[in-house]
């Protein structure tokens, strides 16, 4: 069966540090785009990070986290992360890790959610 389960989420305090780990099973995450978003109660859904397939990948991250954030792959592990530093209270969400495959042209069949992890910033 194909899914993305998320994991590290936590409490810490503003200025701290979290992992999240995105373990894919039943495909290789390599192959797809990757995504965390994050959504906190009463906000969109917003990117916080993406990765691209294959070898390298490029990533990308909105001016919100930037430099703050950072987005990997572990391909041996088949997991991708996202280092989280000096986090603030406006970081608290539900964080999802999303995958991506499939393409063709702007179209993509393959898309696969985690149920999320739990991240609180708070003093």
């Known amino acids: 069966q194909v899914h993305v389960v998320e994991s590290g989420g936590g409490l810490v305090q503003p200025g701290g540090s979290l992992r999240l780990s995105c373990a894919a099973s039943g495909f290789t995450s390599s192959d797809y785009r990757m995504y965390w978003y994050r959504q906190a109660p009463g906000k969109e859904r917003e990117l916080v990070a993406s990765?691209?397939?294959?070898?390298?990948?490029?990533?990308n991250y909105p001016d919100s986290v930037k430099g703050r954030f950072t987005v990997s792959r572990d391909n041996a592990k088949n997991t991708v992360y996202l280092q989280m530093n000096s986090l603030r209270p406006e970081d608290t969400a539900m964080y999802y890790c999303?995958?991506?495959?499939?393409?063709?042209?702007?179209?993509?069949?393959?898309?696969?959610w985690g149920q999320g992890t739990q991240v609180t910033v708070s003093s």
């Open positions: 990765i691209t397939s294959g070898v390298g990948g490029r990533t």
């Open positions: 999303n995958a991506v495959g499939d393409c063709r042209g702007h179209v993509c069949y393959e898309d696969y």
